[in-house]
């Protein structure tokens, strides 16, 4: 996903003294503990800070590329890196990785804030037509859309064999949690298991929360569904071209997303896909003609 994309960005412009480059992510840093209001998020933010402004003012680089947050929280540690370069006049490119802003949906200061400093970004990449059509009546005008790409490598094989293969392999790519459809995808298993459908779930990624890693491998193992699924961790190696090689449909079932990699990922392995109509998936799966759009994403 875009994590693995990001990390490939990071080492081709490591390689390029034009480009200084400031990590904003850490080792020890997961889902779990990404965007918390805590006080070694808060520290590490002050550091960021710092260190951003100190090169703008020493360097003054000719453009600024920041990936713009989604929540309220993480988006205040660019408010002083924004700030500084729109006093020194220098252009700010900004990213949103996903189908909005969260806290552009309350009514509150947060919404004012962030909406004041967004304006203040040169161009803002959206993913797709769909997310640019949602953010327009905001104002935000500074909108480019810039669909995602992907590496596929070219020893993969698209073949029709997997299709005989008595068990169903389905996929699913990204992080574990409840906003990307987990609970759902995970009781349809149950529901096909009842109905004695031969199928097997292949997971990758980490997850989000210990409270519903906890759930979920609770429903599974009160259900005997051990032996339908299999959680394969992060998989960052080869090893991941070749789990998606034993499948035959990647199933998406997110309430919130912008344009997922994983999608254009398994199109390129030929996949089938189901997904939701959320963010600039629809721009990219035409319902019944490369892949299903689910007119309503529940278990069933």
Same mark, same amino acid.
């Given at each position: 996903?875009?994590?693995?994309?990001?990390? /490939?960005?990071?080492?081709?412009?490591?390689?390029?003294?034009?480009?200084?480059?400031?990590? =904003?992510?850490?080792?020890?840093?997961?889902?779990?503990?990404?965007?918390?209001?805590?006080?070694?998020?808060?520290?590490?933010?002050?550091?960021?800070?710092?260190?951003?402004?100190?090169?703008?003012?020493?360097?003054? #680089?000719?453009?600024?590329?920041?990936?713009? #947050?989604?929540?309220?929280?993480?988006?205040?540690?660019?408010?002083?890196?924004?700030?500084?370069?729109?006093?020194?006049?220098?252009?700010?490119?900004? +990213?949103?990785?996903?189908?909005?802003?969260?806290?552009?949906?309350?009514?509150?200061?947060?919404?004012?804030?962030?909406?004041?400093?967004?304006?203040?970004?040169?161009?803002?990449?959206?993913?797709?037509?769909?997310?640019?059509?949602?953010?327009?009546?905001?104002?935000?005008?500074?909108?480019?859309?810039?669909?995602?790409?992907?590496? =596929?490598?070219?020893?993969?094989?698209? $073949?029709?064999?997997?299709?005989?293969?008595?068990?169903?392999?389905?996929?699913?790519?990204?992080?574990?949690?409840?906003?990307?459809?987990?609970?759902?995808?995970?009781?349809?298993?149950?529901?096909?298991?009842?109905?004695?459908?031969? =199928?097997?779930?292949?997971?990758? %990624?980490?997850?989000?929360?210990?409270?519903?890693?906890?759930?979920?491998?609770?429903?599974?193992?009160?259900?005997?569904?051990?032996?339908?699924?299999?959680?394969?961790?992060? =998989?960052? $190696?080869?090893?991941?071209?070749?789990? /998606?090689?034993?499948?035959?449909?990647?199933?998406? #079932? $997110?309430?919130?997303?912008?344009? #997922?990699?994983?999608?254009? +990922?398994?199109? %390129?392995?030929?996949?089938?896909?189901?997904?939701?109509?959320?963010?600039?998936?629809?721009?990219?799966?035409?319902?019944?003609?490369?892949?299903?759009?689910?007119?309503?994403?529940?278990?069933?």
């Amino acid at each position: 996903g875009g994590e693995i994309r990001s990390k /490939y960005l990071f080492d081709y412009l490591s390689n390029n003294e034009k480009y200084i480059i400031i990590p =904003v992510s850490r080792i020890k840093s997961n889902k779990s503990t990404s965007g918390k209001l805590n006080i070694s998020n808060i520290l590490f933010g002050l550091k960021i800070n710092f260190k951003a402004i100190f090169y703008i003012i020493y360097f003054r #680089p000719e453009k600024i590329y920041l990936s713009i #947050p989604k929540q309220f929280n993480p988006f205040i540690k660019t408010i002083p890196i924004i700030s500084a370069a729109n006093l020194f006049k220098i252009k700010i490119y900004g +990213e949103l990785a996903g189908d909005s802003f969260l806290f552009l949906k309350e009514n509150n200061y947060k919404k004012k804030l962030g909406l004041f400093f967004l304006k203040k970004i040169s161009d803002l990449r959206v993913l797709g037509p769909s997310i640019k059509k949602k953010l327009s009546p905001l104002k935000i005008t500074n909108l480019t859309v810039f669909d995602n790409g992907i590496y =596929v490598p070219n020893e993969i094989k698209i $073949t029709t064999n997997s299709f005989f293969n008595p068990v169903l392999n389905l996929l699913f790519v990204g992080a574990l949690n409840y906003s990307k459809g987990i609970k759902n995808l995970i009781e349809s298993i149950y529901l096909l298991k009842k109905e004695e459908v031969k =199928v097997h779930l292949h997971l990758m %990624g980490e997850w989000s929360t210990k409270i519903q890693k906890s759930e979920i491998l609770n429903f599974i193992n009160s259900n005997d569904l051990n032996e339908f699924i299999t959680f394969h961790g992060l =998989v960052t $190696t080869e090893l991941k071209w070749e789990i /998606y090689q034993k499948c035959q449909i990647l199933v998406h #079932p $997110t309430f919130w997303d912008g344009q #997922p990699l994983v999608i254009l +990922e398994a199109m %390129g392995c030929g996949l089938g896909i189901i997904s939701t109509k959320i963010g600039a998936i629809p721009d990219t799966i035409r319902n019944n003609y490369n892949g299903i759009i689910l007119d309503e994403n529940t278990k069933t």
